[in-house]
């Protein structure tokens, strides 16, 4: 499944298809950038980073892309399973301040076995 | 332990009691932040320490914030004179280093103010 839009809210997918979740960051000069992954009752859990010099990452199952003309971040989940039920935020920070991150809003993340 | 631990866990405090949380930080990780998160929003930053220095407290939405790392570890968050607007997660996170290194997390505490 594919977000359709830069701030849905939520996405249903079915277990085993890739998940793609979109970011929309507002600043400009920002140039480090992560995905949290949140449960219901816990704190956010690091998934990945990227810093701005790169366009793509790669990590055990997810992958992150970055473009920066158009101030976009997504996140790939592949083989999406149960357990990656959540809700994802990505955050940004920006070169001059002291390394606290920006949260967008989240999107929640339904898998469908 | 290995992670970042907050408590207590939940706290509920009536309208005007002055309520303290607390955060045991990665041990060795320079940087702590606490953030709030209502209820299906995202995390708002509210202050950072590097060490026991309180560098940006920007975020801390009134003057009944305060927080405190007087040791470059453990970290208090108190918040005198509660209202209800104040129920949220308080979330502590700390990193390694602080700027483009990621942020670890604990659990949060629940704060309902009733």
């Known amino acids: 499944g594919e977000s359709v839009g830069l701030h849905l809210p939520t996405l249903s997918v079915q277990e085993g298809d890739n998940s793609i979740i979109n970011c929309a960051y507002s600043n400009s000069a920002s140039d480090y950038f992560i995905w949290y992954k949140q449960e219901s009752g816990k704190g956010p859990q690091f998934i990945i980073d990227i810093r701005s010099n790169m366009d793509k990452r790669q990590g055990q199952r997810v992958t992150v892309l970055l473009n920066k003309t158009v101030k976009h971040l997504s996140l790939q989940i592949a083989a999406t399973q149960p357990g990656d039920s959540a809700v994802y935020f990505c955050?940004?920070?920006?070169?001059?301040?002291?390394?606290?991150?920006?949260f967008g809003q989240g999107t929640t993340l339904q898998v469908k076995p | 332990g290995a992670g970042v631990s907050q408590s207590p866990r939940y706290k509920v405090a009536k309208r005007g009691q002055d309520v303290a949380l607390r955060c045991d930080p990665i041990s060795g990780h320079v940087s702590l932040f606490w953030y709030q998160q209502a209820l299906g929003q995202g995390p708002e930053f509210l202050t950072y320490?590097?060490?026991?220095?309180?560098?940006?407290k920007s975020g801390l939405p009134s003057d009944r914030f305060f927080a405190e790392r007087p040791e470059g570890s453990v970290s208090t968050l108190k918040i005198q004179r509660t209202q209800q607007e104040d129920s949220a997660v308080y979330l502590c996170?700390?990193?390694?280093?602080?700027?483009?290194?990621?942020?670890?997390f604990g659990n949060g505490t629940r704060l309902t103010v009733t």
């Open positions: 320490f590097q060490n026991e220095a309180q560098l940006d």
């Open positions: 955050a940004e920070t920006f070169s001059g301040n002291t390394g606290k991150l920006i």
């Open positions: 996170a700390s990193s390694l280093k602080g700027k483009g290194s990621p942020l670890h």
